[in-house]
């Protein structure tokens, strides 16, 4: 179950231990514990289903020049029906989860060469790849800013040894969304890959000792055994990915200035939100767009547990 | 970390030969050079000139090594301050998530009381909401309580995690039952429990809990933007992108303080690099 190295404790508890509740039923209330939840229980209902309910309340209100909210029924939801913008935002946003989503490949295909008997340096490797994902993302962004820099970056030089015209990548409205998006799948690749290695280390030696006695060859092995038996792992991962990408706002924030003429092909879903309640002010109007943000991940994510079944190979 | 041998195949003792594994190392190896690359390019940017930084075709490595743009950081910006303040968040909310969620994933894991599983299903339901839905109010309570451009503004909404809870309540399952009942039978009471016996047998989970926070709070952007809007306030990773107004194209500059910021991170992640894997591992999503 966990990963954790096992304390000698924790190895006894498995060995004696029947029933996975913790504690045992017993028909003692044991008053304290509230006194144990109260802390926290006390910080979410300040901070988190207070607010729910509040931004729940925004959204059917308008806010005043002078504060204060005027109930205008569902008007809030009808513009942002019909905002252009908002269409053009949660394109861009389906197209970062899309793009996001082609780090799961790249980290599987790593983590099956990461696990080849005998191999050597495989945690210098993980932590290598892993070293993106740690790092301030404003410093990530401000980086491959240069990089893709239309005068003087190093993309630009590299891709003219091989004939590639120069390009202006963050601000040509034609190709920022995918600059940025390469960015999304360079900087997460190591977070998927650590997780796929969880994975692949689960599966048996023996059933690829057996594929190879049959004669199957490495990509053979990979798409018979591997493939179908990380399945649950590479739909963990897609979910988690999706849920990510639909909320993704630091990295656009950070590389597209406000005179960027690709602005608006780029702008996500949260991205607009913020622009609308703590820039233009338009407060009841970004509480809607944040419910519809919500009703949209609900929506992908049930769908992704619906097609599940149809690819998912639980042993 | 154990040492590597770069890109060519060691001979083993083994049977076989591996014939495949100089091109493993040849593909593995191209993948970590993408990975780290750019910030090799960072610190080659921040040790040139401006000048040189505008040259075509660019050069590889700096004509002269040029150490100024490090302290040209901290007098474009109030760089001290911002690192203080990430730091501060960093803390407040590592401390506050490692304090709160400890104490009530014991409760959820080892205690019996009306309510238990509705309450933790309603806890973990707020893993469920983006932060998108909830920053509009968390605001207004801020404001409310006078804290904008304050540290406690910072670290206050995120002290409190159900990731966290849910996470060392799984590992609050696994311990013996039997430790309590001795514990019980010698008079001691539920808290001295908690604090001197189990707490202490958790000790990975609360370490893994630790840097997945830490690592989350030094990198936050969205909040700090919205409640702290001074300067001198800002935690580095909303100060650095005003670098980016003023600072436009003097890229020495703006490497030079990238590569500051996110050094913190980085050396508590090289020292502790298994606790951030073991956290992964385990972990969701990023909220």
């Known amino acids: 179950m966990s990963i954790f190295p096992a304390t000698a404790a924790a190895k006894a508890a498995a060995r004696s231990r029947t029933s996975a509740s913790g504690a045992r039923p017993g028909p003692r209330n044991q008053r304290s514990a509230y006194w144990f939840i109260a802390p926290l229980g006390l910080g979410f209902a300040v901070f988190y289903f207070w607010p729910l309910l509040q931004t729940l309340y925004f959204s059917f209100t308008e806010f005043g020049a002078f504060g204060g909210h005027t109930f205008i029924g569902t008007d809030n939801y009808i513009r942002v029906i019909k905002d252009v913008t908002v269409w053009q935002a949660l394109g861009n946003t389906l197209i970062y989860c899309v793009i996001g989503l082609l780090a799961l490949p790249v980290a599987i295909v790593v983590a099956s060469l990461l696990n080849r008997r005998g191999l050597r340096g495989v945690s210098v490797y993980r932590a290598l790849y892993f070293i993106p994902f740690v790092t301030l993302p404003v410093a990530v962004g401000l980086v491959w800013n240069w990089l893709y820099n239309g005068d003087f970056g190093l993309i630009n030089e590299i891709l003219s040894w091989f004939g590639v015209d120069r390009n202006y990548w963050v601000s040509d409205p034609s190709t920022a969304v995918y600059a940025i998006g390469t960015v999304m799948v360079w900087s997460t690749t190591g977070y998927y890959l650590v997780i796929f290695m969880a994975g692949v280390k689960g599966i048996p030696q023996d059933y690829y000792e057996a594929a190879e006695l049959d004669g199957a060859g490495p990509l053979r092995r990979f798409l018979t055994i591997t493939l179908p038996l990380l399945s649950p792992t590479i739909f963990f991962a897609s979910v988690i990915c999706m849920i990510n990408s639909l909320q993704t706002f630091d990295l656009i924030y950070i590389m597209m200035a406000e005179k960027n003429p690709a602005i608006g092909d780029t702008q996500s879903i949260v991205g607009l939100f913020y622009k609308w309640a703590f820039i233009e002010n338009a407060q009841g109007a970004a509480a809607a767009l944040a419910f519809l943000l919500m009703l949209v991940i609900a929506a992908l994510t049930y769908l992704q547990f619906r097609i599940q079944k149809r690819w998912v190979h639980y042993a | ?287």
């Open chain 2, 1 to 287: 970390m154990p040492d590597t041998s770069g890109t060519h195949a060691t001979p083993t003792t083994r049977k076989r030969f591996n014939s495949g594994s100089v091109a493993t190392h040849a593909v593995l190896s191209f993948g970590a050079l993408v990975m780290v690359f750019p910030f090799l390019w960072q610190l080659l940017t921040a040790l040139k000139t401006l000048a040189e930084t505008s040259q075509v075709p660019p050069t590889f490595l700096p004509k002269d090594w040029n150490w100024d743009s490090f302290e040209e950081v901290f007098t474009a910006l109030p760089f001290r301050e911002m690192l203080t303040n990430s730091l501060l968040n960093t803390v407040g909310r590592t401390v506050g998530q490692l304090v709160f969620c400890s104490l009530a994933a014991y409760a959820f894991a080892r205690m019996q009381f009306r309510g238990r599983n509705v309450l933790f299903a309603l806890f973990l339901s707020v893993l469920m909401v983006p932060s998108s839905l909830l920053v509009l109010p968390q605001y207004d309570i801020i404001q409310s309580l006078g804290l904008l451009n304050s540290a406690p503004a910072l670290f206050l909404p995120g002290m409190f995690s159900a990731f966290g809870t849910f996470m060392l309540r799984q590992f609050f399952l696994t311990l013996p039952r039997e430790l309590e009942e001795a514990a019980r039978i010698d008079g001691a009471g539920s808290f001295r429990i908690f604090w001197s016996i189990m707490l202490p047998l958790i000790r990975p989970a609360l370490a893994a809990l630790a840097v997945i926070t830490a690592m989350w709070s030094w990198n936050d952007l969205l909040w700090p933007l919205i409640v702290n809007t001074d300067p001198e306030k800002m935690p580095i990773s909303a100060g650095l992108t005003s670098l980016e107004g003023q600072y436009e194209t003097n890229y020495p500059v703006m490497m030079a303080g990238s590569l500051i910021a996110s050094l913190p991170m980085l050396v508590v992640y090289l020292f502790l690099q298994r606790h951030f894997v073991q956290s992964v591992a385990l972990s969701g999503s990023k909220n």
